[in-house]
């Protein structure tokens, strides 16, 4: 490699990640994928909840939507 940055080569399936500190509970923490919403019923009276889920890490995230809200 020739230190250009011009020279280097991408592979297709590389997937880039960027943490954003206001949406970092949407971030898996072992490998930075961003995870879709998976909202859930908490049980009576509870509401709901929103659990984020990298599909291969599993749950890592857990949010009340309305927290301070109430």
Not at 2 to 26: K, N
Not at 40 to 63: K, L, M, N, W, Y
């Amino acid at each position: 490699m020739s230190g250009d940055p011009d020279d280097a080569e991408v592979p297709d399936d590389l997937e880039i990640t960027i943490w954003d500190e206001s949406t970092g509970y949407r971030t898996c923490t072992d490998c930075g994928r961003d995870c879709p919403p998976e909202p859930f019923d908490a049980g009576e009276g509870q509401g709901i909840r929103i659990a984020f889920a990298c599909p291969t890490h599993g749950v890592h995230s857990v949010v009340d939507p309305f927290e301070g809200k109430r």
